[in-house]
């Protein structure tokens, strides 16, 4: 059955990520906020639609690989969004984060195929809650922008001069640790100096978790990735990974 709770929630988290990309590109703290409340909102039913189906025995095939579809859908399209509002987050953050996710997309629909899963690792839990965790404080940062927080101009001055987004928000973390006892210099500005490289780091830091737990999934499940591709019809094995 298609149509089943679980699966219900997870096209309506697909279908409402266009409404807080919306509200997110909006240079308002109202809209801002819509767009975080979207997000708690989608979160919220990322955990329930696995919950309800272990509680109503919804369990699918399709419910199994559309939830990691979902949440591969409203994570990349957020990214993207912040590579846009932000020049201090690069491309190839959001890049390596994609080819990650479509791997071991690709290998969940082959487990599926063999009627097995992937096994999971703390790992794989622990990127989950970084990138969660990365995307609400990168919002709140947006939003506190909104009100006029101006703080990309070193980002933009610095790629006028060919530097490269690390070299920048190294410099900026330099310059700030340099300012830390200066009494002459406000508090405010010590603040923006901090805040103005805090999205390349947070980035940085959920790409590489990212990458790392990809590479976990794929080293434990190296079994799904191996013939046979049609398992026989008179019954399927649970590969022990």
Not at 63 to 90: E, H, W
Not at 107 to 115: D, S, T, Y
Request: proline share 4%; charged share 20%.
């Amino acid at each position: 059955m298609i149509f089943t709770i679980p699966n219900i929630l997870s096209f309506f988290r697909i279908l409402i990520i266009p409404l807080l990309i919306y509200f997110l590109i909006q240079d308002s703290p109202k809209m801002r906020l819509f767009a975080i409340v979207i997000f708690f909102l989608a979160s919220i039913t990322d955990f329930l639609d696995g919950y309800l189906a272990r509680k109503l025995n919804q369990d699918s095939k399709l419910g199994r690989f559309l939830d990691p579809i979902a949440d591969k859908f409203l994570v990349v399209t957020v990214l993207f969004a912040f590579y846009y509002l932000d020049k201090g987050i690069s491309l190839w953050m959001i890049l390596l984060i994609i080819i990650r996710d479509t791997v071991i997309t690709m290998m969940r629909f082959l487990a599926i195929r063999k009627g097995t899963e992937l096994k999971t690792s703390r790992m794989g839990k622990t990127k989950t809650a970084i990138q969660m965790t990365a995307i609400v404080t990168i919002l709140l940062i947006f939003f506190i922008r909104s009100y006029g927080f101006d703080i990309q101009q070193t980002f933009y001055l610095g790629h006028l001069q060919r530097k490269g987004n690390m070299e920048i928000a190294l410099g900026l973390i330099k310059k700030g640790v340099h300012l830390l006892p200066d009494k002459t210099i406000g508090k405010k500005e010590k603040r923006r100096i901090f805040a103005e490289s805090m999205p390349y780091f947070i980035m940085l830091l959920t790409t590489t978790v990212t990458v790392a737990s990809g590479l976990r999934y794929i080293y434990t499940n190296y079994a799904v990735l191996l013939p046979p591709y049609f398992p026989e019809k008179k019954g399927v094995k649970k590969h022990n990974v």
